[in-house]
């Protein structure tokens, strides 16, 4: 059986093929802080949550980043290329040994 994780995930992913990987690393490390002071922890590479408002609170700490990727001369448009949040519940880790059992493949003809 798989094991089903309530809460929420948000994904931040920065553009580490257009912003140097010494600039990316800097912003990251204030991402991370930031959402950790916020009450998120880390799972993997996700930032987790049980509260229902997680969306709204990952947007609140960008939103409050703002001004220090602007300081290192990026906007966060730029900056972050992926920002997204999903159910905790959704997530199928494909490492795990019974993983098969929940997911259904259809391969499509040519």
């Not at 906007?75 to 972050?80: G, I, K, N």
Request: charged share 25%.
């Amino acid at each position: 059986m798989v094991a089903r994780t309530p809460g929420l995930a948000v994904v931040i992913n920065l553009d580490y093929m257009n912003i140097s990987c010494e600039l990316c690393r800097m912003l990251w490390l204030m991402v991370e802080r930031s959402m950790l002071q916020a009450g998120f922890s880390v799972d993997s590479r996700v930032f987790v949550s049980s509260d229902p408002d997680a969306a709204t609170k990952a947007r609140l700490v960008m939103k409050g980043l703002e001004p220090a990727f602007e300081s290192f001369g990026v906007s966060q448009f730029d900056a972050v290329k992926e920002f997204y949040c999903y159910d905790l519940a959704s997530r199928i880790d494909l490492n795990m040994a019974d993983a098969n059992d929940v997911v259904e493949v259809v391969e499509l003809p040519n």
